[in-house]
């Protein structure tokens, strides 16, 4: 690993491979003193890097005609100039020779083989060399690996921090360490936030639901509740949403009959109220609502000169948008349109329990 890290610090120190053939007129270098014949226009058409370091002898008039690739096995870059001939690659070859290959099409930047290796690393990263694939991924500029080794990283610190990349890393690279570290802090703050935001949501989807509810047991009735001029018989059975509206139905009970109510000192009394104010702020038809002092509610509004506090606010366009994300995927439910509202009676005895 340090010896192919070492190819990313000199360009033209690194890499190079091919295929002995007849019209070889340049060859490569590698670190045990083996020369691959290669091709001057094959090797300059597939990397930039090696056409400079071609060129630049015949600039200065010079007779060499060899370029030496060093600090990575031999084999690897015999590899390295196979793909630059035929853009091929398997899978033996990159288990073996992933981590220089990344290196060397890193240096000579040959994309294509830089993408056939980072693919390549993700699916092979483990415990044992996550350290040092993550370090060449931020040699090599390569995100994607970065990132794959820091979660996988994350996710098994304990079993990392006994090998001995791990304990390399404590002792010449500490600021890797540390970016590593925060990069753990920063992921458990994101899934707090992830956490908090799904349960705040999932409230929301709960309250529109009860919204839902609320206007369909005023409207329709379902199973022991339902509106006081509809026929008991001819009342619906549990609804699609039973599992919400048997709660509500439950509370409305409760709301009826209490005698604490009146003074505010019951708090499922409170709730019920919470729920029909609610229900008033976002409803948009208070004259033809069917849903007991939905338009008691509004005037009230009206009437307040400061109205709503900016929590109750916030509270209401939550709930609207959660209402309009779940009608998306939803079927609306068929209401039937038949007045029930009492003028003389606008409390919850329009309500049949």
Same mark, same amino acid.
């Given at each position: ?29 590698? @670190?045990g003193g083996v020369r691959i014949p290669a091709d001057f226009s094959v090797l300059a058409s597939a990397s930039p890097v090696l056409e400079s370091i071609i ?33 091929? $690659? ?14 060397? @099409? ?11 290796? &980072? ?14 694939? #993550? ?13 794959? $080794? ?56 709960? #309250? @529109?639901?009860?919204?839902?509810? #609320?206007?369909?047991? $005023? ?74 002092? $939905? ?24 709930? &609207? @948008? ?17 007045? &029930? ?11 049949? #329990?």
């Amino acid at each position: 690993m340090k010896e192919t890290l070492a190819v990313i610090g000199d360009v033209q120190t690194a890499e190079g491979e091919m295929q002995p053939t007849e019209a070889a007129d340049v060859h490569i270098i590698t @670190s045990g003193g083996v020369r691959i014949p290669a091709d001057f226009s094959v090797l300059a058409s597939a990397s930039p890097v090696l056409e400079s370091i071609i060129d630049r002898p015949r600039k200065h008039r010079s007779s060499d005609k060899s370029i030496p690739i060093l600090g990575v096995p031999c084999d690897a870059v015999s590899v390295f100039v196979q793909f630059l001939y035929s853009s091929k $690659c398997s899978e033996e070859q990159m288990e073996k020779y992933g981590i220089h290959l990344l290196a060397l @099409s890193h240096v000579y930047l040959v994309p294509q083989l830089k993408q056939r290796c &980072i693919k390549g690393l993700a699916e092979r990263v483990t415990v044992e060399n996550v350290v040092d694939v #993550l370090q060449l991924a931020r040699l090599c500029d390569a995100p994607d690996l970065y990132l794959r $080794c820091v979660k996988l990283l994350s996710s098994n610190l304990k079993a990392v921090e006994q090998t001995e990349g791990w304990k390399f890393l404590q002792n010449h690279d500490p600021w890797l360490e540390l970016d590593i570290l925060q990069f753990m802090d920063e992921a458990e703050l994101r899934k707090k936030r992830n956490r908090k935001h799904r349960e705040e949501q999932s409230l929301y989807l709960q #309250l @529109s639901e009860a919204m839902d509810c #609320l206007e369909h047991i $005023c409207t329709e009735g379902c199973t022991s509740v339902g509106p006081c001029d509809m026929v008991p018989g001819k009342n619906k059975g549990p609804c699609s949403k039973f599992s919400t509206c048997q709660g509500l139905q439950l509370l409305i009970k409760h709301f009826a009959t209490c005698k604490r109510r009146v003074n505010g000192g019951c708090l499922r009394c409170k709730r019920m109220w919470q729920l029909l104010r609610l229900h008033s702020s976002i409803c948009e038809q208070p004259d033809e609502c069917k849903v007991p002092l $939905c338009r008691q509610f509004k005037l009230k509004v009206q009437q307040e000169k400061k109205g709503a506090d900016a929590r109750w606010k916030l509270l209401v366009r939550k709930v &609207i @948008s959660a209402k309009a994300l779940s009608s998306l995927t939803l079927p609306k439910r068929k209401r039937e349109e038949e007045p &029930i509202m009492n003028p003389s009676h606008p409390g919850m005895r329009t309500f049949r #329990l």
